[in-house]
């Protein structure tokens, strides 16, 4: 535990103060709390915002690899595999009907009320989901879609584009990775801009839908009004990046999960 303590505190040093134990995150200081260490090669947190289920993706220790996806229930820590699912490569929640979605190599399920896994009639080989009102999937030749009545249909703003993932944000920005380079693009239209100065790692969205980018020179959230991406952290090599009810931040680094929890009692340096 004293070296997970460490790699902790090492992630986020250039953010928290040397005689402090915790770390700022925009303008609000946050304590730090180990949530689960040894996960190998985890990806793809999410929170499930109505029951406190924390949902990722981690690599099994077989030959061939395999991806499964696996849950801690916040409140008790208890963790447990969903089985059915193979290869898993991402998840989405839809937070107002409940329902939690799984992508794969080879297809589209959803998680019931049991924790059991369900296919949907997506066969294609899924590498990104998002959920923003409607499902959005992408797979892996780099084509976007709407899962709408058991079909997918292609998202027009991006038709003829390849990307690798996408988030939409509370001001219809639709911000879509490919080759690690992010780009923008307003739904409804074809005007595609690009944020080309960062390395693109982790995109997600807080409980107010604004658009987080995590990357190796710290997280960013979209700033809406400059057209621009301001810097809330200097953590980086983030694998994950999810928020609570609170908004508070969940992420994942190495092989941990770390919850921020807000101090109303910020750190002072010399």
Known sequence: MKTCLIIILTIASSTADKRCKGIYFGDKYYNL??????????????LNRNDDILYFTFEELNTPPNRLVGYINMDTKETKVIDGINNATSIAIDHRLNKIFVGSQN?????????QAERLPIQDSIVNLHFKDVLYFTNIKGDSFIFEDGFGVIVQELQGVKIKELIVDNDNNMFFVRNNTLFRIKLGTKAINIHEKIYVDV??????????????????????????????????????????????PIYAAKDLIIKLSENQIPCFED
Do not use: P, Q, W
């Open 33 to 46: 709390h180990l949530i689960k260490e040894g996960i190998n090669k985890i990806d793809n947190l999410i």
């Open 107 to 115: 297809g589209l399920y959803k998680i019931n009320d049991l924790k």
């Open 203 to 248: 995109i997600s969205t807080d409980i107010y839908t604004k658009a987080y980018i995590c990357s190796k020179t710290g997280v960013y959230v979209y700033n809406k009004y400059k057209f621009a991406l301001d810097r809330v952290s200097d953590m980086n090599y983030l694998k994950g990046l999810t928020f609570n009810k609170a908004n508070e």
